[in-house]
């Protein structure tokens, strides 16, 4: 495909989409990776897939008309990107609930990531989800999402938000539901030990029960997390699904109906 200047509109709307999919698509929206490289990012997948996809004539009207197709584009990339991150938040959310079980809720940390605070067995969760996502190629699959939306509504072709409401509620109740099946081995012994230590304040009152119950649920949170760890590829597994899931709604939600 020759570059010419009629194919430059189409050639920087491309990018435009491109670009907002990688500002906060997951592991692209880095807070340690550069604008520059961001950008970089960006121009090098317009590269692919602009030969990939037909040039089409776009009919817009003056500066307004072109600014709508530009924050069309950057509607597309938005969407589909955040709802691509917002399917790491299970893990974060998963850990805090753990962290509030096992009394360490107050023991934020920065997330560089997330650019937020974050309690510590959601991060190291997140962190280890993230390795997970690039030992599997899922984030092969992240770009191709973004890649494929080209085939469905080209450049410059109107967007049909269908369904879009019945397809973020499906993935609200997905997303406490994989949150609480994650933490519900935690729970469940965290459960325990408070039965434990009940009856124990019944039988010997003269034991400071708040000493002794917080290096209990220390101890025993930590053994259950190690054997969480364990399970974080089935978690993946789970978290993966939903969302190429979630991709194929979106992208079919937006897709103008035949």
């Avoid at 000493?211 to 649920?217: C, F, H, P």
């Amino acid at each position: 495909m020759d570059f010419t200047v009629e194919n430059f509109e189409y050639y920087m709307l491309v990018v435009v989409r491109i670009a907002a999919f990688v500002g906060v698509a997951p592991l692209f929206n880095y807070r340690g990776l550069s604008a520059q490289m961001k950008v970089g990012i960006s121009i090098v997948l317009s590269a692919i897939v602009i030969p990939l996809t037909p040039v089409v004539e776009l009919n817009y009207t003056g500066i307004i008309g072109f600014s709508a197709l530009i924050l069309k584009e950057i509607m597309v990339g938005l969407i589909l990107g955040f709802m691509c991150s917002a399917c790491t938040y299970i893990l974060n959310f998963a850990g805090q609930l753990m962290d509030i079980d096992m009394g360490l809720s107050m023991a934020s940390t920065f997330d560089p990531i997330n650019n937020q605070q974050v309690t510590v067995t959601g991060l190291i969760y997140n962190n280890l989800f993230m390795l997970m996502l690039i030992a599997t190629n899922m984030h092969y699959y992240i770009i191709r999402a973004i890649v494929d939306t080209f085939k469905y509504f080209n450049v410059g072709q109107e967007v049909f938000p269908r369904n879009m409401v019945e397809v973020g509620i499906n993935f609200i109740v997905n997303f406490f539901i994989i949150g609480f099946r994650i933490t519900l081995p935690m729970f469940c012994g965290m459960f325990l030990i408070n039965i434990i230590l009940g009856i124990l304040a019944r039988i010997a009152p003269q034991m400071n029960m708040f000493v002794v119950g917080m290096q209990i649920k220390l101890i025993v949170g930590f053994l259950i997390l190690v054997l969480l760890v364990q399970t974080l590829p089935t978690v993946s597994d789970f978290v993966f699904d939903e969302m190429k899931e979630l991709i194929t709604d979106i992208i079919h939600g937006l897709t103008p109906p035949a």
